[in-house]
């Protein structure tokens, strides 16, 4: 069909315009990053997979990389930014809901109580949450994430949560697709509330971000197709279940995976247990003062287990601290 | 960052560049299409939504396009692919499991009894193979069906299942990129099944094939991360659940969708029920002599409702008689 094999000498064409570019200018890659061994690492391990004469030359429709959303690609202190959100949606809905005067997770919610919140874990707030919206569209749902984005602010930085983008990390996710790899989010929050904003931030398209699935069922309201949200959870994507979101949806082993907590220990661990050259890189909280300090002891993105693997397996562990010049794309550079 | 400005600035050269061939082109896009309402139609939607000056534009990060697989890309008669080879991996299994001589799907499937399976649906046959390949790591139930993939042969055509594929409707996909489309597989078969041909066939990655979903867990054997398949479907991406699959994995409603029977509709509906200009298309299977001729009454992709609904909506009707100039990618062309 000649439609298409004139696009595809033009794609050609790009590609080796853009191979020209990007090889010219790898030294400039990366300006937010200091010089160092994160970095260097990165780089090499980039050059090696896309060299084609390399022995570590990966194709690059296996170029596969995942990134942890909160806390590696952005801000998840004082609490998950999902967590304020749903714990507004929550407060909203609580009149309806007496019962929930009882039950533990909305207590701890609502009192801010982060050491409950962390004993519960994720699910049981997830199915308040569930319940909250439950019997909504998605597209009101999807609405109620927007309206909520545009007016909430960080309480320390007095932004809107979008903002709280890792200037280094949104680098990394344009080298990586400037060299090939496709870049995808594989979060435990819920899909809805990271799709609506992530192609902005991070050059992420919604089919390519990963999380966790809520009950949407099909119906016909008033002779229009609608989906609506039912009240439990079908799939938590953290832990465990983040190499089973990865096969559901992207369908190939990851050869670079980027967490920064236990949370992402089963995701680093498939993706370095593939043949071939792999990268696993975990970024670590030690900057208290441009962000929060917070590894083995915190309740949010408690980084324990997974920072003993990280050093038992040198993979490459990023102090926020040292390695980066700048942490948010808000922030001036470092004098 | 200038790594990535460069590259943007060739992607946009190449936009460029693609964009004159294809305009150039488009009268020979789709040689294996007659000259006629359906060619015309598809040609001119896809002009519209890509004509940047026009009323109708879509952007390109908008345009999604899902394409039912059984009966639509592929052939699905005498009996679905996934079904044969269900059928010879339960015949492997059968020894292993006496019980299942009872089993009415079981009973079905081994006397070929196309009336029974059509009556009993697709979730017990489905669980029967759950069964059968519960307990495989991913990893060797990909290697099981690769394998099969190289060896069956259709018992018509005596080609491998692979070559089945539709040309026009290659065609279709491969014009629907040039012009800026992500196009997708939305099927009630399993994603482990198609995968790993997809790309080959009809150019599109893993990540882009949307089915269904049996229970995959995580756990470590011998100190290996490793994925096992349960016995349960977590998902039935077949008819409500085809919105359900596309909400989940896409993240946006298609402007265009591509079915050929009632396990369509869904996904046709809610397609057409977006604001805009949207197309939905049925292919007919009325081609007794170069495929088959089925539809209301067909055990095996009956459509039946969907015409209905394609009539009073003016939906496009492929008749593969008259519309198409060659159906399969090994066939010579009509004289």
Redesign the interface.
Known sequence: ????R??Q???A??CA??FV??A???D??L?SWNEGDAKRRIVEFVRAVSDSKGKDFVAP?DRVAVFDNDGTLWSEQPMYVQFVFMLDQLKKAAPQHPEWKSNPAFQALAAHDKAALAKLGQKPILELLGIANGGMT?GDYDKSIREWLKTARHPKYQRPYTELVYKPMQ?LL??LR?NGF?T?IVSGGS??FM?PWA?AAYGI?????VGS?QE????MQDD??V?TRGPKF??IDDG??K??GI??????RPIAAFGNSDGDL?ML??TT?GEGKRLALIVHHDDGQRESAYDRESHIGKLDKAWDEAKSKDWIVVSMKSDWKKVFVFEKEKP
Chains 1, 2 share one sequence.
């Open positions: 069909m000649r439609v298409v004139r696009f000498g033009c794609a064409l790009a315009l853009a570019a990007v010219g200018a790898q400039s890659a300006p429709a998605v680098e344009a080298y400037a496709r995808f899909v809805e799709r192609e398209p919604p089919e390519q971000v699935q949407v069922k099909f119906e229009k197709p989906l079908d799939f465990p279940g190499p089973v096969y559901r949806q992207i369908g190939k089963q661990q498939v247990a």
